[in-house]
Nanobody
Framework: QVQLAESGGGLVQAGGSLRLSCAASGRIISINYMGWYRQAPGKQRELAAVLTLGGSADYADSVKGRFTISRDNAKNTVYLQMNSLKPEDTAVYYC??????????????WGQGTQVTVSS
């Protein structure tokens, strides 16, 4: 059993910052990647940022230069620092991880989502 605990969402004015956290817990052997996706009202879920085990980061074009993804391997936690937020960043942000457990070599897990609202 694996759990993802997200935190850090909220309401912020345009130009402000927020930091999201996602901690994975449970019977984890190794984590292949951790990342953040987001889903705005009426839109499909999309990748915001992802960080592989090797440390490679990938960002959506819309957040490059404003968002930074990082990871604390000792805590199985991934962070998303969001700066210069815009109203179009308003969405539910979901943490996603791919990891190995005693029963599965590779499995995807999603967090419950955290709301980020940016006012103009």
């Amino acid at each position: 059993q694996v759990q993802l605990a997200e935190s850090g969402g909220g309401l912020v004015q345009a130009g402000g910052s927020l930091r999201l956290s996602c901690a994975a817990s449970g019977r984890i052997i190794s984590i292949n990647y951790m990342g953040w996706y987001r889903q705005a009202p009426g839109k499909q879920r999309e990748l915001a940022a992802v960080l592989t085990l090797g440390g490679s980061a990938d960002y959506a074009d819309s957040v490059k230069g404003r968002f930074t993804i990082s990871r604390d391997n000792a805590k199985n936690t991934v962070y998303l620092q969001m700066n210069s937020l815009k109203p179009e960043d308003t969405a539910v942000y979901y943490c996603k991880t791919n990891l190995a457990t005693p029963s599965q070599l590779s499995a995807d897990y999603w967090g419950q989502g955290t709301q980020v609202t940016v006012s103009s």
